[in-house]
């Protein structure tokens, strides 16, 4: 501001940028980075908009000391702008909180963000970085691909639906589970949509939302409409009580 300041007074036409409120803050061994919108200003101003989680390695997975960042993003539902990001991890969050903070400030969109080349290496990003693959979660939602519901909507109609947890049985022992679902793994749903005909809505879940997002997209091949809840249990499990959901057994 004092650089666009001195500028108009020396006579050169300047103006700053909408200020975006990127920030970074280190608590304990956690970086925390928030740029753009939250959830709760775009409520707040009844601005429109999308949410999707993941969680993603900050560098190969195959490569020593990988860790998960765990990402939320907001963009518009309609032409998939992107409209704000948090994230959180041990390493990595600066690096894609900062890419996110230039795309918002060139107004880009999921579709965007889904193909920018970005620097890759093992030890610093997977082959797809965690920004490409906000993107490419974003797309499928804005294009119709992607079929998720939302935790305060997941709680409101799960008590009469199928609930699928598509993890395998060792992972869902080992986290928990939501009561009253059914343990169908990935590998075995299309076994299951060909011998079952659901009665009533389908939701499916997993740890984050990859592979239940992969379930829908399978039982969509045997006509069975299913939806994917976004954060996956993973979500559910850390807002239960907020949420007053029903306790992860």
Do not use: Q, R
């Given at each position: 501001m004092g650089r666009v300041a001195a500028n108009d007074v020396a006579g050169h036409?300047?103006?700053?940028?909408p200020?975006?409120?990127?920030?970074?803050?280190?608590?304990?061994?956690?970086?925390?980075?928030?740029?753009?919108?939250t959830e709760h200003e775009l409520r707040t101003e009844g601005r429109p908009h999308e949410v999707v989680f993941t969680s993603e390695p900050d560098h190969a997975g195959y490569y020593p000391g990988a860790t998960d960042i765990h990402f939320k993003l907001l963009f518009d539902p309609e032409d998939g702008t992107v409209l704000g990001a948090q994230a959180i991890g041990s390493d990595g969050v600066d690096k894609r909180i900062d890419v996110l903070a230039t795309a918002i400030a060139h107004d880009d969109t999921v579709f965007d963000i889904r193909d920018f080349d970005l620097a890759y290496a093992p030890p610093y990003s997977a082959a797809k970085d965690p920004v490409n693959v906000l993107g490419m979660i974003g797309a499928n939602v804005v294009?119709?691909?992607?079929?998720?519901?939302?935790?305060?909507?997941?709680l409101d109609r799960y008590a009469e639906a199928t609930v699928i947890d598509t993890r395998p049985p060792e992972m869902r022992d080992a986290q928990g589970w939501i009561p009253g679902d059914e343990n169908v793994p990935l590998g075995k749903l299309r076994e299951w949509a060909a011998e079952t005909d659901p009665d009533g809505e389908v939701l499916t879940y997993c740890k984050i939302g990859k592979s239940s997002y992969m379930a829908t997209r399978i039982l969509a091949e045997y006509g069975i409409d299913a939806k994917s809840l976004t954060g996956g249990y993973y979500r559910y499990r850390r807002t239960e009580r907020e949420a007053n959901a029903p306790p992860a057994q």
């Open positions: 036409d300047d103006a700053l940028d200020v975006l409120d990127t920030a970074i803050a280190k608590v304990f061994d956690l970086d925390v980075g928030t740029v753009g919108y294009e119709g691909v992607a079929d998720v519901v939302h935790l305060e909507e997941f």
